[in-house]
């Protein structure tokens, strides 16, 4: 929830912003309900679980418990962790199916390792790259963060941390910290190019990916080449049209075929197509 | 706070080894500190996520709770539907709405309030407490 202007880390600690005319504008708010469901089902679909197997997913930064929701109407099982107690009042009475802690993620997670099989976070890690005591440091509590939630990740999860960074700066704070405690990824920019639909996600993998591909089996001519073949044939470039009559029936039909492979519309071949037109035409 | 959550929750507190399980103790003041909540039975999930929790520490714990679950199972008990409906009460159904965790290490106490555990260093819980 970034304003324009102001942005809200500026004006001191999550936990006092977020109080309770806060919360409860928050989760009354129809529009902030729409883009915090549509982030958070962006989060899930960059969390690239396997299908149909319901997961036990970390949410941080929970708040309300609109990205919980979302998860709990998808079939997960999740454990939100916050730190402001006023937002996590208002989930409870949403009544919503995750366990709630209140916590802050900048101090760690309190779990075992290997015991989430993904984390999201929905408009929360920003929050860490202000210090609000003179005694913390933004660096130190990030890593912290990003330390404890590599362990807490089964190998060979991600983490989908949807943020607002203020800065550049900021940004590469955070990237590295999160390659210092071991994780690899990348950023996912959406609509790069609009001010105000621009939203960042975070994807951060804990490990290599232990998905197990399919064993080869006896039919294998039945299924198609899944490789392609590199061979160092020179293909020339032949123009498809050069043998043809220029504005014939065939000529017509093969100009458009090569618009519909570049993508253009194009009105579909009926027994009309570059017919001979009266003369007056 | 599932029974499933507390299977995984650990001490996180500096120079605390060890700080698993964490021993729960309900709050005998309040009147509702245990609640029954239903919860659809996803045989997958109770399969999965079987194999991930201390199978002991859920045994000892569910015996607090007056439930007595098999104290081993076999690859055959996967498929008994009544011995994955016992997980899922145990794991699932049970919520602990007032009461604490105690690590046994360092014997740091972290209080359940309403279902929420709070996980936050006592000084932080201070401060915002007085500003609510």
Request: net charge neutral.
């Amino acid at each position: 929830m970034a304003s324009r202007g102001r942005r809200p880390e500026h004006g001191g600690p999550p936990e006092l912003f977020y109080d309770e005319n806060e919360a409860r504008k928050y989760v009354r708010n129809s529009r902030m309900i729409d883009i915090q469901t549509r982030m958070a089902g962006r989060a899930l679909e960059l969390l690239y679980l396997p299908e149909n197997k319901p997961c036990y997913l970390l949410d941080i930064g929970c708040g309300t418990g609109l990205s919980g929701s979302y998860l709990s109407d998808e079939g997960h099982y999740w454990v939100g962790l916050d730190i402001s107690p006023a937002m996590l009042d208002e989930a409870v009475d949403r009544e919503i199916e995750g366990d709630l802690l209140l916590g802050d993620m900048g101090q760690g997670i309190p779990f075992k390792p290997g015991t989430f099989d993904g984390c999201i976070s929905i408009s929360a890690v920003q929050w860490l790259c202000n210090a609000n005591k003179k005694s913390e440091n933004p660096a130190k509590r990030l890593y912290c963060f990003f330390a404890s939630l590599f362990s807490v990740l089964v190998r060979g999860s991600r983490a989908v941390l949807q943020l607002y960074p203020e800065s550049s700066e900021q940004l590469e704070l955070i990237t590295t910290q999160a390659t210092k405690a071991g994780f690899s990824g990348g950023m996912v920019v959406d609509y790069p190019n609009s001010a105000k639909a621009k939203k960042f996600y975070l994807c951060l993998f804990s490990g290599p990916s232990t998905f197990i591909p399919e064993g080869l089996s006896e039919n294998q001519d039945e299924d198609e080449p899944r490789e392609s073949v590199f061979t160092n044939k020179r293909v020339p470039f032949r123009m498809s049209r050069r043998g043809m009559v220029r504005k014939s029936r065939a000529w017509v039909l093969e100009k458009k075929e090569q618009y519909r492979r570049q993508g253009r519309e194009v009105r579909p071949d009926t027994q009309y197509t570059g017919r001979k037109r009266k003369p007056r035409f | 706070m599932r029974l499933l959550t507390h299977n995984f929750l650990k001490c996180n507190e500096e120079n605390c080894t060890g700080g698993y399980p964490l021993q729960i103790k309900l709050d005998d003041t309040s009147s509702e500190n245990v609640k029954i909540l239903e919860q659809d039975f996803n045989k997958e999930f109770v399969k999965n996520v079987l194999s991930k929790v201390d199978y002991d520490v859920l045994y000892n714990t569910a015996k607090q709770f007056g439930i007595s679950l098999l104290f081993s199972y076999t690859s055959q008990h996967l498929e008994d539907e009544g011995f994955l409906n016992s997980i899922h009460h145990a794991l699932f159904k049970i919520h602990i709405m007032e009461g604490s965790l105690i690590c046994p290490q360092c014997h740091v106490s972290f209080p359940i309030k309403d279902g929420t555990l709070i996980y936050i260093y006592i000084y932080i819980y201070i401060y915002i407490y007085i500003y609510f």
